[in-house]
Each structure stands twice: as structure tokens, then as C-alpha cells.
């Protein structure tokens, strides 16, 4: 996962933007060694109910803040700063793009590719944005690759092959104008720097591919605190994606009604229910909130992927992850044999929490974060590590 070193150390920050909070984390890395080391975290949590653009400028102003103190404190550059973007923020779709080779009979070369990739990039804004689509004004993100198939025949590995028709699906997406325009100020106080923008999707599609060694078929589920993100699977091939704006935090309001307690008592509530550590009646009083906001779910997903099903099949497996994944009742929830009769291929499920407890603190030393929500950051990280050879 991590080759592709050059010598020398760099510095570099990832970001990770959600509906309800912002990590970063500064880090360096040895590609003679092959070492990580982290410099500097930070957890910025947004005030309740604030809307997305406010939130998102809060947090480019902390990651200023942090640059800036990387900078003073531990006399560090940073080289590169890669961000995720949260879903409920953009316009996005997975989109096949089809181009006819004029010598079929010849193997596709990198040049080639990379001017396909230049035709694609063109027309992704017409496919995204058709004319009078949005009410609003967008600015594409670059164009994220997810798989290649010649002649129908999907491509894996290096591409090897010969054909008539190559096609290229690929994670097309753009952000309100106001977003880029935040991001532009903010790149040009650090003119030094590389900010690069993600979609969080991608993020997560990275985690699931290095997590399940690129084979999953079925529904990934990233459940967050304020929004959450379906991604369909099928044989590791990365089909589709939705943003849906509820997550975690709607079963804390929840329980903190059933209990009439506040906010953060509630959270208190919900981490000891998760851990078995509430007695009889409260744990039963908290199945009973949470069981409400969990059929809503249901029936939110349940009819996406229905409609979903009517074009494809989709496995019955479900990979749960985020910080609202951890709650007693999901797996229970999610194995409802009626409820996947609905759009799976079968009624006998497989539902799943990722990461394990130990989360990345295996892969990278002094990783600082915990299991359970660190999985968009920790993708990130990795994937600018990869990617070393093009800094």
C-alpha cells in the first residue's frame, strides 16, 4: 500500500471536512526508511444545526490556524494538503464514458490513455451539469478514475489489453462556486503549497478497496454525525454513490428526548449502551429511540435501492463504518429479511462493522485518532502516500 517512495522526507496535512467536525493531521514521512510520523492533530467540532457553507468556512479557517501554528511551532513547510470534501456538499455521479479506438488492434498505451482522459474531463461538466440543471452556479472537481473495461470486458491491474471500445467510469462531481472560492483565498495565503480537493466518497471507496483486498460485493455504509453515504459494490468495482443528510447524531437527539436529558448526556447515554454498560430499563429505553430513527433509515435506503435493483443486482452484504456505525441494534437492523427481500439478490445478509477495533494504528505508527470515524483521514493519508512519486 505504501510504495512508490522517493528519498527524503516531506511534510504534508490531511483534512478531513464532515457535516459536524474537521480532523487534520500533519504528518511526515521518510521514503528511505519508509517511516510515518505524525507531527500535529487536531479535532474541530461545528456548532449544532449550522448550515454546510458556514460550516466548511469554519473549517478552512482551523486548518489556517493549523498550517500557521505547524509552521511557528515546529518551524515545519508544509509541502501538500489534501481535502475531503463531505458529499451532502456536492453534485455527484458515477458516469461511463465511451470512446472508439481507431486502431483496435493495437494495446492501449499510456499516451493514449492519458488523451482519453483529457476528452473525458471536457465532457464530464455536460454530463454532471446538463444546461439549466442547477439553480446554482458549480465548479467541477477533478474527475476521480474507478474502473476500465474493453470491448465489455472490465480491465484490473495494468491495462494489457486490445480492443474496439474502451470505457472509462469515472466519479464525477463539483461544489457551489463559494466553496471553491473559499479554497482559492485560502491557497493563496499559502502559496507554497499544494491544496488538492477529494470528495469524501472517494476517500471511503479507497478504505473499502484496501480494506476488503478489492473483492467486495454489496453496500458500503458510512454513517456520520450529521449525514451519511451509500456506496454500491459489486466485485470490488465501485458502481455507485448517494449522500443522505441524517447520521449519528439523529439517534443521540433521539435518546436525549426518550431520556429528556441534553445533547451530551445523551452522547453520554449512547456510548454506554453501545458498550453494555446501561442497565436493563435504560438500555431498553434507548433500543426503543433509536429503533424509530433506524426504520427511518430503513425505508430512506430501502427505496434508493430498490429503484437501485430494477437495473442491477445488488449482494446482500453490508459493510457499516463511521462514527454512527456502532450502535448494538444496526446489525439486527440491517439483516431484516423482509427489508432486503426488497433489492438484494438474497434474503440471507452479511452485516459487517469496519474498520475492527483496531482501526489504523496497525498500518501507521502514533496514529492518533480513534477506530470508528478516522476512516476518511486515514485514507487520506494513505493515498498521499502512494501518490508520492507525483509530488
Known sequence: MFGFFKSGARDAVACDISRAAVKMLAFSYNSEKR??????????????????????????????????????????????????????????????????????????????????????????????????????????????????????YTVKGKMRRSGKELTIAALVSAWPDEFAEAVETLSQKFPKTNFRILPEAAAIRDYIGFRTHSDFSGIAAD?????????????????????????????????????????????????QWSQAALDEAAAKLAHTAASRVIEFWKHEWGTLLTTQAETGVIAPEICLMGGGARLPILADAFSDSDWLELFSSGQRSRVWLLPREEGAKPFLQSWPFASGGDEVIFSLVSRMIQQEHAW
Not at 119 to 137: D, I, N, S, W, Y
Not at 224 to 250: I, K, M, Q, R, Y
Request: proline fraction near 6%.
Open 35 to 152: 517511516e510515518f510520523s505524525r507531527l500535529d492533530h487536531q479535532i474541530f467540532a461545528f456548532p449544532e444545526f449550522s448550515d454546510k457553507f458556514n460550516n466548511f468556512t469554519r473549517a478552512l479557517a482551523a486548518l489556517e490556524a493549523f498550517l500557521n501554528n505547524t509552521a511557528k511551532h515546529l518551524g515545519r513547510r508544509i509541502e501538500r494538503v489534501l481535502v475531503s470534501v463531505p458529499d451532502s456538499a456536492l453534485l455527484m455521479d458515477v458516469h461511463n464514458f465511451r470512446f472508439i479506438r481507431p486502431n483496435p488492434e493495437t494495446t492501449v498505451a499510456s499516451g493514449e490513455l492519458a488523451e482519453l482522459w483529457k476528452k473525458l474531463e471536457a465532457e464530464a461538466g455536460e454530463r454532471l451539469l446538463p444546461e439549466g440543471a442547477p439553480p446554482r452556479a458549480y465548479d467541477l472537481i477533478p474527475a476521480e478514475p474507478e474502473h476500465f473495461s474493453i470491448d465489455g
Open 223 to 271: 454513517i456520520g454525525a450529521e449525514d451519511s453515504t451509500l456506496l454500491l459494490f459489486s466485485n470490488g468495482v465501485f458502481n455507485d454513490c448517494w449522500s443522505f443528510p441524517f447520521g449519528g447524531n439523529d439517534v443521540t437527539r433521539a435518546i436525549a428526548k426518550a431520556f429528556a436529558v441534553s445533547f451530551g448526556d445523551a452522547e453520554t447515554l449512547k456510548r
